[in-house]
């Protein structure tokens, strides 16, 4: 009775999560992102000056509603715990590569159901690249790939994604000089502050009390033949459905869809990449932001892992536009891809090899 009830919670929480993130793009954020986890910390990292790309400066708010959320929600349950130290730079690296992937395609695993809500038939093949990427992932994970364990960290190291999150909000409002805010293009696109941080308050508690996650509803479809998790982003994508084509923002078709390119293979390779770099660090990039708001460093790593690489496609012409992707990107997914199947391997047989050879010499 209890698992039950814990499926319709999750059922219930993903219609309510899709219909905030259908409805945001109506009260002014880009059209199918209403909610784009990759694309808001590239927002993010161009306000605070970690790029230079005009159209893409804005300091999200939903960003900083989902981890200050999840903390509130992680803290009131006392699920709140301060750990780390599972191979943090190895993390950076995912992370950094995850966001190349997302950049190539356009949008994290949380737009792509968006997109297709909205009746991009690009995000089809992105979604069969996903696929594919988490089938790779899954094939480490049954071989014995791991980071190694975490560590209880000091209280206050699991605050301090929250405490910058604040101070970023902050920066937000006050608006330094320093601070950037496009003109024109996506980051010109948003709600009203208020809207949109209380949007991400209420997808960061229900993400902390559901552990909604993309990759870890696919791995653990095949893994464990667990429905719970992939339920919850059914739900979001018929509620973000049925929201747009009430609201009249549903348009079937590959051409002229809302930032997105009609490159099916780059498409797909670049979700690929997604797909395989966040299984091996166990969640999508919106569990990473939940988790470093619950106190995990190594999730705060991650997602800092995520900017400087949102930073790095767009200082050096990485990340594709409406045009389609870039020479470079193409170079940048291959060698994201080789990079994440080294760590794979790495942390699957090198590791086995090691153990084997300290027991022969016992």
């Known amino acids: 009775m209890e698992k039950k009830n814990d499926k319709l919670f999750i059922i219930i929480a993903g219609l309510v999560i899709g219909v905030i993130a259908a409805a945001l793009a109506f ?71 995850a966001m190349v992937g997302c950049l190539m395609f356009l949008g994290c695993p949380f737009r ?66 320093f601070i950037a805010f496009s003109e024109e293009g996506p980051g010109s696109m948003h709600a009203a502050i208020a809207l949109s941080l209380g949007a991400g308050l209420i997808v960061g508690v229900l993400a902390q009390r559901t552990r909604l996650c993309m990759v870890g509803g696919t791995r653990d479809l095949v893994l464990f033949k667990e429905t719970r998790l992939m339920m919850g982003f059914i739900a979001i994508l018929v509620a973000a459905l049925i929201t747009n084509i009430v609201l009249k923002g549903f348009k079937l078709g590959f051409a002229e869809q809302p930032i997105a390119h009609t490159d099916g293979l780059w498409n797909a390779l670049g979700m690929l990449l997604v797909g395989f770099a966040c299984v091996l660090l166990g969640g999508c990039p919106l569990r990473q932001l939940v988790l470093s708001g619950e106190g995990n460093a190594d999730s705060a790593i991650t997602v800092l892992g995520l900017m400087v690489g949102a930073a790095f496609c767009h200082n050096f012409g990485l990340a594709s536009s409406g045009e389609g992707p870039t020479a470079a990107g193409k170079i940048a997914v291959i060698i994201g891809i080789v990079v994440v199947l080294c760590i794979g391997v790495i942390n699957t047989y090198v590791k086995e090899k090691t153990a084997n050879t300290a027991n022969e010499a016992a």
């Open 112 to 177: 792509m159901i968006l997109r297709l809500a909205g009746g991009d038939l690009n995000a089809v093949l992105g979604l069969v690249g996903f696929i594919a990427g988490i089938f790779c992932g899954i094939f480490f994970l049954k071989n014995g790939y791991s980071l190694k364990r975490t560590y209880t960290l000091k209280q206050g190291e699991g605050c301090w994604m929250t405490m910058i999150e604040v101070v970023i909000f902050a920066l937000l409002l006050v608006k330094p000089a």
């Open 27 to 97: 009260a002014g954020n880009p059209k199918n992102m209403g909610f784009c986890i990759a694309c808001f910390l590239r927002d993010t990292a161009g306000g605070l000056g970690l790029h230079k790309a005009a159209p893409v400066q804005y300091i999200r708010p939903e960003i900083v509603g989902i981890v200050i959320g999840a903390f509130v929600a992680a803290f009131a349950k006392k699920e709140f715990s301060s750990k780390g130290g599972s191979a943090p730079m190895t993390r950076f690296v995912l992370g950094f590569f």
